[in-house]
């Protein structure tokens, strides 16, 4: 019973910590603490203006969903010190007991209340930011599931009179602010129905330099103490250490190669005592961290038939896909290499169909398909690939092949294709941009529906690209192959 009424006294029945609702002040702290993220920064800031208004608000329930290293977790934290709400949080990885969130009964031996409540007494204030990290990790088992105790911890209507087995007295959870991060969106329906999702995207080239710049090299230098004016990491080290020596969504490996980087200036700064300086940039990169490990698709330098650069999305990042098409004497056999997936199988008969339908135009025999072999590969072939978005790279590259028109190398281009030959939207659009900037690619053909999508593409990109809306085959050939395509009917986008 003593401990009982010791758990009574330490749960905060009244107690808050007092709201910051200086708009400003908490714009700065969140801009100083991470580079980038706008929507999630948009969304506190909405939450603080409306604090400002009204006296009660029940706190939001937010999902940040993103790939490792993004910053999620940190993120809480960040979110903690501008709303100048206490930081508690609450690890889910693994937790497959229903009695985590709920507690235990006390008529067993040594019960306790849930993780929950006892996170909040030992906070002491009963508006805390509560970060429910890694929610998707839950399983469930034989007793019970934790992600459906959940429900009434995160419903808005439900959380007013959140119900501990080991309490027995409703408590009031309307006043947490709760925010749950997670990899993927692998989460029970019901419980995501509940939550404003916010997808995190993996960073930019260009976001992961700004980062290492203004918060990973600085800590690095101080936790390897490493003094003032005894290292310096140039632009082009942090951009070969993300281009060669790193591929990720996130920034953890990038964070982990500058310790590196610390950690041998140490070294040699205590081996050799006259040296007082060093200096890392691209070019002696090398002899700090070693052979490149990774290496990023870049333009071919030459026009050539039936290869064509397409576009691919992946969870780290944009890349540039090579797809390759070869014709043989045959009876019509279509072959496809690379470790393609079934919708991409699909995706190259679609193409297939659409140039037999138009071989006449493109001065093709029409009975191609029944005397010559075809054979589709994508390179990296131990890479599982899939999803539509090849559809127009493909067909160009059967017409290359058929017609020994040869594909521009400077041209890139993603799209799916139908049998009527119009182009439909993709996704992952800003990071396959990027990857083309990157990859040297001068014109990129994209749907004339992601038209839309341009405006989150970094400035930079855009007046350093050629982008080419279409919105049928026709246009792309006329714009991807090297030779005007005979007989074809231009249908220029408007």
């Known amino acids: 019973m003593r401990g009982y009424i010791d758990w009574m006294v330490q749960v905060p029945w009244n107690a808050r910590s ?281 333009a071919d330098n030459e026009n050539r038939v039936g290869q064509v650069t397409g576009l691919a999305w992946t969870e780290v990042g944009g890349d540039l896909l090579t797809i390759e098409t070869a014709c043989v004497p045959g009876k019509g056999k279509l072959t496809y290499t690379g470790s393609l997936g079934e919708v991409m199988q699909e995706s190259i008969q679609a193409a297939l169909t659409v140039v037999r339908a138009r071989a006449e135009k493109l001065g093709i025999n029409p009975d191609f398909y029944e005397k010559r072999d075809i054979h589709v590969h994508v390179p990296e072939g131990a890479t599982p690939k899939d999803g539509p978005s090849a559809g127009i790279a493909m067909c160009t590259a059967l017409v290359s092949c058929l017609t020994g028109n040869p594909v521009r190398a400077d041209v890139a281009m993603t799209g799916e294709i139908t049998l009527r030959g119009q182009v439909l939207p993709i996704g992952g659009l800003k990071e396959k941009l990027l990857a083309a900037h990157r990859g040297g690619i001068k014109t990129v053909l994209i749907p004339f529906e992601n038209k839309r999508d341009l405006e989150e593409i970094p400035d930079n990109v855009i007046a350093d690209l050629d982008i080419h809306p279409v919105k049928r085959i026709e246009e792309v050939l006329t714009l991807a192959l090297q030779n005007e395509p005979s007989g074809m009917q231009v249908v220029t986008a408007k």
């Open 18 to 298: 007092k709201v910051k609702k200086d708009l400003r002040q908490a714009q700065e702290i969140l801009d100083t603490d991470h580079y980038g993220l706008e929507r999630v920064k948009d969304r506190i800031l909405e939450y603080l203006a409306v604090q400002s208004r009204v006296n009660k608000i029940k706190g939001p329930i937010l999902c940040l969903v993103g790939p490792p290293g993004v910053g999620k977790t940190s993120l809480g934290q960040s979110i903690a010190k501008a709303t100048g709400r206490k930081y508690v949080r609450m690890a889910l990885g693994g937790v497959r007991d229903e009695a985590e969130i709920r507690g235990h009964r006390r008529t067993y031996i040594g019960s306790m209340p849930g993780k929950l409540i006892q996170k909040m007494a030992k906070v002491g204030v009963k508006n805390p930011l509560f970060l429910l990290d890694e929610i998707d990790k839950m399983s469930s088992d034989m007793r019970g599931d934790p992600a459906s105790a959940l429900l009434e911890v995160l419903d808005p209507e439900q959380n007013v009179a959140f119900s501990d087995h080991y309490l027995e007295v409703d408590y009031d959870l309307s006043d947490v602010m709760f925010v749950a991060t997670s990899n993927s969106m692998n989460i029970p329906a019901p419980l995501l129905d509940r939550m404003e999702v916010i997808r995190l995207s993996g960073y930019t080239e260009d976001e992961k330099l700004n980062i290492a710049k203004r918060h990973l090299l600085p800590k690095q230098i101080e936790r390897n103490a490493l003094k003032k004016g005894e290292l310096t990491v140039d632009d082009s080290a942090i951009i070969g250490i993300i281009r060669y020596y790193t591929r990720e969504a996130g920034v953890r490996g990038l964070e982990r190669e500058i310790s590196k980087l610390c950690r041998k200036a140490v070294k040699q700064l205590l081996l050799d005592k006259s040296l007082k300086h060093i200096e890392i940039n691209g070019d002696n990169l090398h002899d700090y961290l070693g052979v490149q490990r990774f290496d990023y698709g870049r």
